[in-house]
Each structure stands twice: as structure tokens, then as C-alpha cells.
């Protein structure tokens, strides 16, 4: 076969090694009909290890109990997801966030999370140069706090759809910059297959960032996808070569764990003990 | 007030200078519902100087008799869209592509239209960096037809959300590396504000581009998009400093046409005659 008649499976199966299912984490709002505890326990009875739990999935649950049972349970906390969203035309607005983001960081560490993911914020009426500048001032007024509590912060590049209302920081390249620019031991960046995939330096910013790389999220892209927010799918599922991308991380030298985080409204309305058993099948066969 | 108090508006009226309306130009797409013949009478009825053809809007007419009668109405046939769609897992299919652009290239020469645009393909079946290969092999293939009949291609890089269907280009850096490479006096780039305004590299990548600027549509991203492909807005109407990427396109050195392309259901749904009186106001206001 020809080099111009490869087509992307080919090229997925040559080679990959499939991850270790010790390393499968799940998103709280990958499950989202499952309150807090159900999704525990779903997960075990799984075999996953992991889990990334959102902050609605706390509402009315003391983080640092939560956090127990996680771990008596058997699972590792991932990560807390998600603060951010320093972006806002409003002055006042704009430092209201920067509480929420120390509250934040104090939950994850009650939480015993080591790590909160920033989705960094956009505003239509701040422009994004502006919008830079805040989510910098914005992060610079959280770290001193999440040196001292133990807890990372990771920088989420989000895919250019969102450049309007989520964050400002659509290219792990911006992202690099900035941490490199802040140049702090507790920021980093988190590279999430959906929002990058098509990015033709991701390879080499990704070997730039390095040790620097402080989550890894997969899911994949379908075609049609029909709705920007709420129609991603499971690995294997769309066009992204998620192992192609899982290499360049490990490559950098990440090691830990993979997180699946799908926002879908068809899987959502699944049964799902069974959603989250083709979860475990997507990920072994695919990432 | 301070910097970081400036919203949007602020920043786009400070300086702005307004386009001289003769550099107006509209795609048939913008307003569908019209046949071609309305099209070029209203176009002309609101004092809009171009218009760029799309291939459905010729469908069973001679594109040489069309071009004369948007020529003898008073109208400049700005471009041809599209040609492109290089991709394809197989090969036979490829060859139909570049054998469609071809008669896509033709139909441009025998209409006027100094430009073909090109929206370069992509197919979920074949990995972007594959993509890419074949759509440098394509438009080689194309290129010397076209510069012997006169006609140049443009690379129109597209938002990142179409990469899996329409176009493994999705950034203007992309473009310009092809278009060095490829190295012809018959092949620059499209700038279309609505795929690349959040790209905080667009300043510099216009300035390298300079001279291979063939093109500048605009629209506008609309907070929130509904649609993927259907719910582009008027200039004004959402968060693209477009201003601010006119400004970089007249640096580079770009005269030509500002196009209007909107893809909207909504609008389709308008009576079209005061649909075009409020884009032509929408340029005089936010372009």
C-alpha cells in the first residue's frame, strides 16, 4: 500500500501499545446523571482507578469527606475541575473570580486533589489580547496560594469554538508561553485530544511543554458533530489519533493518569453501568 | 481608563477608519435564496461594486454569458467559489477532484473571476498530516492550468471545527508554509475573519503572507454559534476585532474587495433586498 493510501486506522494500529488500565481515570461529568457516590462506586466495580471530580458533583458534600471515600473506595483523585474564567469586562466581576479560584484550590486540597484544571475564560466584549492579560493576572493572584496549599494549576487550551465565552487560550502554544513567562513549579498545562487535535505543531509543543504536561483528557471528534457543546464522542469513535497524541505525552515524560471526559447529551441519557463499561472497551481498544 | 478596563468596542473605534464603499463585495452564498440574475440586480440596487460567484449560482447557465451580465449591471466578478476537496482515502477520488478544479479553474476564466478559492478538503478517513500531502499534490496539479489561463488559487485556511470534513488547513501559518513551497506567482491565501481571529499568531502570518493576500471575507461569530456551519452573523453582531484584521490585511498590501460571506438560515429566511441594505450598513459600521 502506498504511502498516499494510508488511512488513519492503518496508522492507529501500527504500533500501539495499549495503555494500562491502571491509569483509566473518568470524569465526574463524563457520567453526569450519577451523583457523586454512584459514580464511586460505578467506577470501581469497573476496574477504573481514577477519577476527576467536578465541583457541582461536591454541591452539598464536605470536600475532605468526599475525598476520603474516594480514596476508601479504592480510586485516586485526579484532579478537581474546573476554576478559571478570569476573563471579564468587569473589573469587580473579574476579582470575584480570583476568590472563586482560591476557593477552589482550597476545595481540591480538601479534596486531596493535586492538581485544579483552569478553563481560562473569554468575554465577547473583552478582546483577546486583553483577555491574555486578565487570565495572567488572574493565575499570577492564585499560584502563591496553590504553592502553599500543594495544588497545581494547569492551563487548559480549549478548542477555537470557544475563543468567544471559555477561553481566550485556544493553542497549547499560548499556553506554553504563559508558563513559561510565569515560569512557576506549580503551573502547568493540561492536553486534552479534543481541543488540539488538528494543530500542526502540537507534536513539537507538546515536547516543549515536557514535564510541564499535567493532565491528559481524551474523548474524540464525530463527524457531523452536531452541537458545539454536548456531542463529543467516545474514543474511536471520530477521526483524532489519540495514540499518535498519547505518545508525544509520554514522550515528554508523562506518566499519569489518562482522563476521559465526554460532555454528551446522547450518552448521558444511557444507562450508565453499561455506558461506562464501553468507556473501559473504547479505552483499551483505542487511546 | 485603564487598559484593563477597555472592552472590545473601545478598542475597535479608536482610529477606525471606514472602507471605502467600493470595495464592497458580496458572495452569492450570503444571500442563496436569490438566483444569480436577482442577486446582481439587487447587489447593484444597494450600490454594492463585486460580487464572488459560487458554482451552485451558475448551475445551468453559461459562465461566460453570467459574467457578462454582472460586467454590462456594473458589477466585478471578485472570485469563484469554490474549488479544493482534495482529500479523500481513495485515489480514484482524488483524481475527480483535481479534475473537478480543473473545470472549476475554467469556469473562472470563462466567467472573469481572477480567483478560484479554495476550501482544501479533508476526509475523517485520512490523518490531517496525509491531508496535507494530497492537497499539495492537488494543487499542483491545478496550478498550471490556472496560470496559463490566468487564473489564481487561493488557500482559504478554515476554523479548526471543520478539519475533520472540509479542510486539514486550519491556520494561516499552515497556508503560508504551502504557499512557500509551492512557490507559484498563481497561489496565495484568503483570509477569512471568521476562521482565523483568534489566533494570536494572525498578525504576524498576515504580514508573512504580504503580497499572496488574494482575499478578505468577513462576517462575524456570533455568542452563542448554534450551528457549526449555519449561524455566522453580520459584521458587528458578535466578537471579531475586524477592524483590527483589516488593518493588518492593508499593511500587507491587500486593496482588493472586502467580501461578505455569511452562511445563516436565519438570514436566508429575510427577505434578501433588506437583508443586503442592512450588510451593506454593516460594513459601513464594523468593517
Excluded at 169 to 176: E, G, K, P, R, V
Aim: contains cysteine.
Amino acid at each position: 500500500m502506498s504511502a498516499m493510501n494510508r488511512t488513519t486506522d492503518d496508522l492507529r494500529d501500527r504500533g500501539r501499545t495499549p495503555p494500562d488500565q491502571s491509569r483509566l481515570c473518568i470524569h465526574t461529568a463524563t457520567t453526569r446523571p450519577l451523583p457523586l457516590e454512584a459514580a464511586v462506586d460505578e467506577y470501581v466495580r469497573a476496574g477504573v482507578r481514577g477519577i476527576t471530580v467536578w465541583r457541582d458533583a461536591l454541591a452539598g458534600r464536605s470536600a475532605r469527606a468526599a475525598g476520603d471515600r474516594i480514596r476508601r473506595a479504592g480510586l485516586e483523585v485526579v484532579s478537581l475541575c474546573r476554576g478559571g474564567f478570569f476573563v471579564n469586562a468587569d473589573e469587580e466581576e473579574r476579582i470575584v473570580a480570583i476568590e472563586e479560584n482560591r476557593s477552589a484550590v482550597r476545595e481540591a486540597a480538601e479534596l486531596g486533589a493535586p492538581l485544579v484544571v483552569l478553563v481560562c475564560g473569554a468575554d465577547p466584549a473583552v478582546p483577546l489580547p486583553l483577555a491574555r492579560e486578565q487570565i495572567r493576572t488572574g493565575i499570577e493572584a492564585v499560584l502563591p496560594l496553590a504553592s502553599q496549599l500543594g495544588v497545581k494549576l494547569a492551563i487548559e487550551p480549549l478548542h477555537p469554538m470557544y475563543a468567544d465565552t471559555r477561553s481566550a487560550i485556544t493553542d497549547l502554544a499560548t499556553a506554553n508561553r504563559m508558563c513559561e513567562e510565569i515560569d512557576s513549579p506549580a503551573l502547568g498545562v493540561a492536553v486534552d485530544v479534543y481541543h488540539l487535535w488538528f494543530d500542526p505543531s502540537l507534536e513539537t509543543e507538546i515536547e516543549r511543554a515536557g514535564e510541564r504536561v499535567l493532565a491528559f483528557h481524551v474523548c474524540d471528534w464525530r463527524t457531523p458533530t452536531r452541537d458545539l457543546l454536548t456531542d463529543r464522542g467516545l474514543m474511536g469513535e471520530g477521526c483524532i489519533d489519540i495514540p499518535a497524541i498519547r505518545g508525544w505525552v509520554e514522550a515528554a515524560g508523562f506518566d499519569g493518569f489518562i482522563e476521559v471526559e465526554i460532555f454528551s447529551t446522547e450518552y448521558w441519557a444511557l444507562e450508565q453501568r453499561s455506558y461506562i463499561e464501553r468507556i473501559v472497551g473504547a479505552y483499551e481498544a483505542h487511546v
